[in-house]
């Protein structure tokens, strides 16, 4: 299940949207904010402006250096809520040690959150209200949708409750609708037989940020395996998701290239839904499929 033919439907979805922005005098922003140079959150950045160029949105950046004060993070978000220019912005993940992520997070406007990762929107997905979905969350349910894999009335084992996949991936799949509607599973560090769920599940899903703990004996024959997580040791990128498990799967996301395409792709369909929204033209629900 390579992300790129998903990620390429989102944005053939995005560009009459975007036409009609423009048409209506808007031409839409995301703005980014990078604290120091670390070379990978750099080279992230750098990409979202590329694809924003690319696309025809606006892409106001602040970089602050290594050492920058809280108070400098908060400022700048602040410039950018206020910024009639930028209907969307994101600061970049991680930030150095000494800053608060979540506290500078907190302080960016619901409406213009690029990530759907601030507090109020974790609230509405949990409500399934309309507002901005977590990426890669919504690419994890955009890319089963694209390859037909059956997710209603399923069981769907999420290996990890982290803030970015897990816990938000588990109350998307288990919202009331057609691409969604699946029994959710959540095992962590808390569950010492995760790997009984996980021999159980449909649909597996590993987004723990341990290079190769999904082995060939953790999934069912046939099951579905979409690999999230992942670390970097330097360039090198070490998947949760043993490539060997492709010989056991049914459908599986490649080593690279698989969620990595459709969080971008759902990053861009926060942006154009929140120029929307200020636009006053057409809104969607909450998770909705392109
Ligand atoms: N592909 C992409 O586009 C993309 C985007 C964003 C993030 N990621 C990757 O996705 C991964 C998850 O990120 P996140 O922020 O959601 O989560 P996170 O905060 O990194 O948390 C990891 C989760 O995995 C669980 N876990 C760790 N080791 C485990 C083990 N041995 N057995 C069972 N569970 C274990 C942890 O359990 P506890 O809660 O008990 O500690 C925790 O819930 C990371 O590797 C990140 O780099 C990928």
């Avoid at 940020?209 to 070490?238: D, F, I, K, Q, S």
Wanted: proline share 9%.
């Amino acid at each position: 299940m390579p992300g790129a033919p998903v990620a390429d439907a989102v944005f053939s979805d995005l560009a009459p949207r975007l036409a009609a922005l423009r048409s209506a005098g808007r031409r839409p922003g995301l703005g980014t904010i990078l604290v120091g140079d670390d070379p990978a959150s750099a080279g992230y950045v750098r990409m979202k402006m590329a694809k924003a160029a690319e696309l025809g949105l606006a892409s106001p950046h602040v970089h602050l250096p290594a050492g920058a004060a809280q108070a400098e993070l908060v400022a700048a978000v602040e410039s950018l809520n206020a910024d009639p220019a930028v209907d969307a912005l994101l600061v970049q993940h991680p930030v150095p040690g000494h800053l608060d992520y979540e506290a500078a997070l907190a302080r960016v406007d619901p409406d213009k959150d690029a990530d759907g990762a601030h507090p109020l929107n974790m609230g509405r997905l949990a409500l399934a209200l309309p507002g901005p979905v977590p990426c890669t969350p919504a690419g994890i349910e955009a890319l089963l949708a694209h390859y037909q894999v059956p997710v209603a009335g399923r069981h769907v084992v999420i290996v990890g409750r982290g803030f970015t996949i897990g816990r938000p991936l588990s109350l998307l799949l288990s919202q009331k609708r057609p691409t969604a509607n699946a029994a959710v599973t959540v095992v962590h560090t808390g569950v010492a037989d995760w790997a009984d769920h996980a021999r159980r599940a449909d649909i597996l899903v590993a987004a723990a940020g341990v290079p190769g703990m999904v082995r060939p004996e953790h999934v069912r024959p046939g099951a579905v395996v979409v690999g999230a997580g992942v670390r970097y040791e330097g360039r090198r990128l070490l998947p949760d998701v043993d490539e060997a498990c492709a010989a056991v799967a049914g459908w599986i996301t490649p080593r690279v290239g698989g969620v990595g395409p459709t969080t971008i792709a759902m990053l861009f369909r926060n942006a154009v839904e929140a120029a929307e929204r200020r636009a006053g033209l057409a809104d969607r629900k909450a998770g909705e499929d392109p």
